[in-house]
């Protein structure tokens, strides 16, 4: 059974950083397209970041780019955000998924697997 654990989210402000993990079972994750969504209220959910270890590529939204890094630990079958210089509007709920490479990576419709989120909370 392939399963999807989120960690690391919390409250923090305006400037400060956020690890998230997410933790995979039940697959090998160098073969999959692994990314972060995040969704707010009201909101559709967005791509944030994705990466494809077994070519090295990595993608990135335009407004997490020089702010955001996404890197796998395939040993470990984890996948993180590394969130730095947060700003108010990344607040959301942060979900990790796991999809074939091939499609699209920022759609959400390319994702097979998602986990149940983890709450990214910034104030200034």
């Known amino acids: 059974q392939v399963q999807l654990v989120e960690s690391g989210g919390g409250s923090v402000q305006t400037g400060g950083s956020l690890r998230l993990s997410c933790e995979v079972s039940?697959?090998?994750?160098?073969?999959?397209?692994m990314a972060w969504f995040r969704q707010s209220p009201g909101k559709d959910r967005e791509g944030v970041a994705a990466v494809y270890a077994a070519e090295g590529y990595t993608y990135y939204a335009d407004s997490v780019k020089g702010r955001f890094t996404i890197s796998q630990d395939n040993p470990e079958a984890t996948v993180y955000l590394q969130m730095n210089g947060l700003k108010a509007e990344d607040t959301a709920m942060y979900y990790c998924?796991?999809?074939?490479?091939?499609?699209?990576?920022?759609?959400?419709?390319?994702?097979?697997?998602w986990g149940q989120g983890t709450q990214v909370t910034v104030s200034s």
């Open positions: 998924a796991a999809g074939r490479f091939g499609s699209y990576w920022i759609m959400p419709a390319t994702y097979k697997y």
């Open positions: 039940g697959y090998t994750i160098s073969n999959y397209l």
